[in-house]
């Protein structure tokens, strides 16, 4: 089973961030939230603050687990662990997205 997690991050207005994948990466051009894979020893939250900072060069503060799903792709098993989280600072700057809304 393969561990992944997800930021819901909504603004102000109610608008949550969405990024597309890009071309040549696994699930390309698919929209996600932002995220990536939990690695060893590491907690949900710590993930998320990791992977958006080194995604997206920002800072969040997860607050509040959405949920888990299980998901397989052929063979593989992905266990999505989603968390409500709050943008704290920086400025977008994609990595392994295209776009993003």
Same mark, same amino acid.
């Given at each position: ?25 696994? &699930?390309?051009?698919?929209? *996600?939230?932002? @995220? ?6 590491? $907690?949900?939250?710590?993930? %998320? ?9 920002? &800072?969040?503060?997860?607050? *509040?687990?959405? @949920? ?6 052929? $063979?593989?098993?992905?266990? %999505? ?21």
């Amino acid at each position: 089973m393969l561990a992944v997690a997800a930021a819901i991050i909504e603004n102000e207005v109610g608008q949550i961030l969405i990024a597309r994948r890009k071309m040549g990466k696994a &699930q390309e051009g698919l929209w *996600e939230f932002p @995220g990536g894979k939990i690695e060893h020893n590491e $907690s949900v939250e710590d993930c %998320l603050k990791r992977e958006l900072q080194e995604e997206m060069n920002i &800072q969040i503060q997860p607050y *509040e687990s959405y @949920g888990e799903h299980d998901h397989y792709y052929g $063979s593989t098993h992905i266990r %999505l662990y989603a968390h409500k989280a709050k943008f704290v600072s920086g400025v977008i700057m994609l990595v392994d997205h295209d776009e993003y809304m």
